[in-house]
């Protein structure tokens, strides 16, 4: 059976509407770019082009993998993230929109701020696909990372985006739960800034979220602890170790965490009062303290 691709779309989008796909047009979309090497302009000027039988059945066979509700960004191997390609696997979060505000208000300290001797000094806790490390260096020349994860699978995917982006030189990776293999005290190293988008998701929820997430991304950096706030607790307990005088902390939050993230850094008597940034869709999603 052969098919234009404006037909073999429209079967795409009603096969990935009836497994409850939320964004069904799109993802049929992105598999016949995937599966064709275009872009989005190259599909519609290709609209009446006919498919063979054989770019038909490799089509259906990407179709039924999304329809299992495995992620989109998994099956294409990619996500755009603050306007750059990154790799993805099934061992590190899919970046999301959302974490461009984490990165966003980092920039704007940075900018804000002067510039220390030397340049910037920043740790990122949980890099996983390297998202935020890589995009604060492509924006950032004069800065400078460390960068932890507790998963080498994650780190290794990481690694393959600084390499591909070319800020390897400018970003050092470190296996680490935490502050864990991170050294503190005389002879260890202190950041500007401490940035991180922790597992903040209670454990009671995740079950209940739709299953590209619940059965595909990697529990351990989505699962923040019976009230999701478990990860803040620990870096909280540390992040005063590895910082420089004035350093500060930026950690992205869930959407109805900004009393209680902000009520934690409070009670360290660490910092000054923390301010909480929105998101595109107005929630919160940033807080930003001030070491004092």
């Known amino acids: 059976m052969s ?27 992105e598999l016949l770019c995937f599966l064709m090497k275009f872009d989005k302009n190259q599909l519609f000027m ?18 039924d993998v999304r329809a299992s509700r495995r992620p989109l960004h998994y099956i294409i191997g990619r996500r755009e993230f603050m306007g750059f390609d990154f790799a993805v ?3 590190v979060l899919i970046p999301r929109q959302d974490t461009e505000i984490l990165v966003e ?17 920043a740790l990122e806790i ?15 020349s004069d800065l400078k990372m460390k960068a932890t994860d507790i998963s080498p699978a ?18 050092r990776f470190a296996v680490s739960d935490m502050f864990g293999s991170l050294r503190s005290g005389l002879g260890g190293a202190k950041y500007h800034v401490i940035v991180s988008n922790p597992p903040y998701i209670p454990e009671d929820v995740l079950p209940t979220l739709q299953p590209e997430i619940s059965e595909y991304e990697p529990a351990v950096a989505l699962c923040g602890g019976a009230g999701g706030l478990d990860a803040y607790r620990r870096i909280l307990e540390k992040a005063h170790l590895y910082m ?13 965490q900004a009393d209680a993230v902000t009520g934690l850094i409070k009670e360290t008597k660490r910092y000054e009062t923390p301010e909480v940034y929105k998101d595109l869709s107005g929630n919160d999603r940033v807080v930003r303290a001030i070491a004092v």
Request: with cysteine.
């Open 154 to 171: 994650a780190l290794a995917v990481a690694k393959k985006n600084a390499v591909a982006l070319a800020v390897a030189d400018r970003i």
């Open 89 to 91: 696997n099934e061992n």
């Open 3 to 29: 098919l234009e691709i404006k037909e073999i779309l429209q079967v795409a989008e009603a096969r990935l509407k009836g497994a409850g796909c939320e964004e069904a047009k799109t993802d049929a979309e």
């Open 105 to 121: 208000t980092v920039l704007a300290h940075m900018t804000r701020e002067k510039t220390p001797t030397g340049g910037w000094r």
């Open 126 to 140: 949980g890099v996983g696909s390297g998202a935020v490390s890589v995009s604060l260096c492509k924006n950032k």
């Open 244 to 256: 420089k005088k004035r350093g500060t902390l930026f950690l992205e939050i869930g959407f109805d």
């Open 46 to 63: 290709n609209w009446g082009r006919e498919l063979d039988e054989k770019l038909c059945d490799a089509y259906f066979e990407l179709l």
